[in-house]
Nanobody, 128 residues
Framework: QVQVAESGGGLVQTGGSLRLSCTVS????????VAWFRQTPEKAREGIAC????????EYGDSAQGRFSISRDNAKNTQYLQMNHLKPEDTAMYYC?????????????????????YGQGTQVTVSS
């Protein structure tokens, strides 16, 4: 059984930073690309960042460029999202996503099609 668990969300002021973590169990974590998405009640799910199986190739959604950084530690089955210079519009539920049998971030990664497993999410709230 695959389990995906996010942590690290919280309340932060504009301009602040947060680091999200996600631990995945039940699949070959080190063989697969993983990603972060976010969603609010008003907006569709948005692809934030994706990282390949080795951790040496990353892709970012438009809203994350230059401010967020994705990384992974395959020895710990964990991926991270470092978020800097946070803005109120970054307020959302952030979800970790893991795939199977795909080690690279495909061009369509931002739509989530290559990811099968999602966590319950961790809430990030940025106050103005």
């Amino acid at each position: 059984q695959v389990q995906v668990a996010e942590s690290g969300g919280g309340l932060v002021q504009t301009g602040g930073s947060l680091r999200l973590s996600c631990t995945v169990s039940g699949l070959a974590f080190g063989d697969n690309a993983v990603a972060w998405f976010r969603q609010t009640p008003e907006k569709a799910r948005e692809g934030i960042a994706c990282i390949n199986w080795r951790g040496d190739d990353t892709e970012y959604g438009d809203s994350a460029q230059g401010r967020f950084s994705i990384s992974r530690d395959n020895a710990k089955n964990t991926q991270y999202l470092q978020m800097n210079h946070l803005k109120p519009e970054d307020t959302a539920m952030y979800y970790c996503a893991a795939g199977r049998f795909e080690g690279w971030c495909l061009p369509s990664w931002v739509h989530g099609r290559q990811f099968i497993y999602y966590g319950q999410g961790t809430q990030v709230t940025v106050s103005s």
